[in-house]
């Protein structure tokens, strides 16, 4: 092999100090106005939690910059070149916009230092960041979508944010006996089957009886807040999105569900729930907010409506008819009339809705998906997908949004479908 002169080895040091990728820094400076008037992009780096409103530190600031797109720096392992370019496309940033970073110094310097490395030539700091409360924006009811140093702290006792009004539970939700449960759970953390809450033949909710004796059994009253959290965040938005119906007033999501607590490496119990003394009385009649439920008659109500939207949670595969996305439902198509409102790439996804992280995307992003579709959050929205799972998770997400108006059509399409009277639609359509 060729030996290299010390010279040319302190040349080629140079030559390696100088493509050194940007960091926190490296990076020049820009105020928000002068990021405007750039026509440039504000990237919050923190966690989605503090994004969407949590204060990072007690007193500090709740909310992100108007407009700024969250690109965490805890999401850069689970997101390859082609990840990081779609995300880009979407939001029309090319490689020269300028994008002015903004959050810790670490997470700042990692995102500045993949951006570079992908070719983004236009990096800064927002030199001004969080610094004027009044020009912040946030999630309408960030309290429902809790993380899980939050459940950690309320746990501990600690002085948190948006803190229950009395008494409060967590439950681990999944379908079936508690076999991953047992293996790993939340400590603390009760266990509630969705067959509790849903029923064949259609897996439509459970009679208000019914309900009544589930939630005695959990200890649930209408003024006990409830936490839920699943393997798969559908399964408890699903159990969560009853639980308002039947009248539990605060209900909350541990965003991104049990793998957030397992990325955020707290500590894990195993074995059985622990025993729970049931409540002698619900406090209120159930359903408590009937409002939220809607039944296929309603359904065919709001098709002819122009100040509503039934809209559709499924794949797009689903949406046109190329399949029916469940072994147990066999017709195809979709609700014709429907809006399409995105889901995933099948029906046991969620891409479309979901972080890197499996956490909440911003809810510009959804708004903006939505939109497309002439889905409007003054309108009277009803969202259903197959047997009610994925559409619950999207209820959970509009109502933290804000969206007033909103509810689940429980019967979907396995209950649309198995009526032939029924309109169905199937191929390539859209918003129009």
Known sequence: MKRVSQLAAFALLLGLASSTPASAQTLSGLTVEQLHTQRGVAIDTRQSAFYNGWPQRPGGAQGHEAGALNLSASWLSRMDDNALRTWAQRHAITRSTPLALYGDKADTSAIAGRLDAAGFSSLHLLSDALTQPQRLQKLAHVEQMVYPAWISALQKGEPVAGKPAGNWKIAEVGWGKPKLYLLGHIPGADYIDTNEVEQEPLWNTVTPEQLRAML??????????????????????????????????????????????????????????????????????????????????????????SDASLVSIRSWPEFIGTTSGYSYIKPKGDIAGARWGHGGSDSTHMEDFHNPDGTMVAADDIAA???????????????????????????????????????????????WSSDPKNPIATGERSPE
């Open 369 to 415: 998906m939505w939109k497309q579709w002439n889905i409007e959050p003054h309108q009277r929205v009803a969202f259903y997908c197959g047997t009610g799972w994925r559409a619950a998770e999207t209820f959970m997400y509009a109502r933290a949004m804000g969206w007033q108006h909103i509810a689940l059509y429980d019967g979907g399409w396995y209950e």
């Open 216 to 305: 005695a059994k959990h200890g649930i009253r209408h003024d006990t807040t409830v936490i839920l959290y699943g393997r798969h965040v559908y399964a408890a938005a699903r159990v969560a999105q009853i639980l308002l119906y039947a009248g539990v007033r605060d209900v909350r999501l541990l965003d991104g569900g049990w793998q957030s607590w397992a990325d955020a490496n707290l500590p894990v119990a195993r074995g059985f729930p622990p025993e729970i003394t049931p409540a002698a009385d619900f406090g209120a009649p159930i359903p408590a907010q009937p409002q939220f439920m809607v039944d296929t008659a309603q359904a065919r109500q709001l098709l002819r409506r």
